[in-house]
T-cell receptor
Framework: EAQVTQNPRYLITVTGKKLTVTCSQN?????MSWYRQDPGLGLRQIYY???????DKGDVPEGYKVSRKEKRNFPLILESPSPNQTSLYFC?????????????FGDGTRLSIL | GDSVTQMEGPVTLSEEAFLTINCTYT??????LFWYVQYPGEGLQLLLK?????DKGSNKGFEATYRKETTSFHLEKGSVQVSDSAVYFC???????????FGAGTTVTVRA
């Protein structure tokens, strides 16, 4: 089954404790990205990657890191989480055959930073 | 920059009612337009899309027409069901760009 898998689905942690949210897709997609969803703001892009070892900032990259060592995986790293990073996070992927390609989303990771 | 504005919710309807969610956009060039749906506890799923002016996207009884003259992409369904209860997002991508720019989302609740 084609899917984007995120882990964990839920996490409560404390300020400053490094954490990683994993994302894996099994569709051989080139493009992967991370979004955060906040009430009244919709989804905003954090980082994206167009291929292995190619990453770039989205609209709200501060406080986040990513890596793309393998095509299928795109982890999101919070080196020193802060309460303003409490949010619902989504990983997405798509082929790069044109900007009208549908993006496939994971089920989300709800992070609470105390 | 690009932006998407959609009507604020929440919207509460009875089954078989007509649903419209307004969406307007600001973007340079000729963006592709999308409606995504998010069911409770799930990620976003593509509902429909349109890639050029006057295109009509349709799926599961939902329709939206790409209106360049009014920069709009309103979502409609003639007869909603309880299973249509979800959050609906209007979004766009610009040509040669894969980033989705989203509206704030509209929560729709359909009551039996």
């Amino acid at each position: 089954e084609a899917q984007v898998t995120q882990n964990p689905r839920y996490l409560i942690t404390v300020t400053g404790k490094k954490l990683t949210v994993t994302c894996s897709q099994n569709m051989n997609h080139e493009y992967m990205s991370w979004y955060r969803q906040d009430p009244g703001l919709g989804l905003r892009q954090i980082y994206y990657s167009m291929n292995v070892e190619v990453t770039d900032k989205g609209d709200v990259p501060e406080g986040y890191k990513v890596s793309r060592k393998e095509k299928r995986n795109f982890p999101l790293i919070l080196e020193s989480p802060s309460p303003n990073q409490t949010s619902l996070y989504f990983c997405a992927s798509s082929f790069m055959k044109g900007s009208n390609q549908p993006q496939h989303f994971g089920d989300g990771t709800r992070l609470s930073i105390l | 920059g690009d932006s998407v504005t959609q009507m604020e919710g929440p919207v509460t309807l009875s089954e078989e009612a007509f649903l419209t969610i307004n969406c307007t956009y600001t973007a340079t060039g000729y963006p592709s337009l999308f409606w995504y749906v998010q069911y409770p506890g799930e990620g976003l799923q593509l509902l429909l899309k349109a890639t050029k002016a006057d295109d009509k996207g349709s799926n599961k009884g939902f329709e939206a027409t790409y209106r360049k003259e009014t920069t709009s992409f309103h979502l409609e369904k003639g007869s909603v069901q309880v299973s249509d209860s979800a959050v609906y997002f209007c979004a766009l991508t610009r040509s040669n760009d894969y980033k989705l720019s989203f509206g704030a989302g509209t929560t729709v609740t359909v009551r039996a």
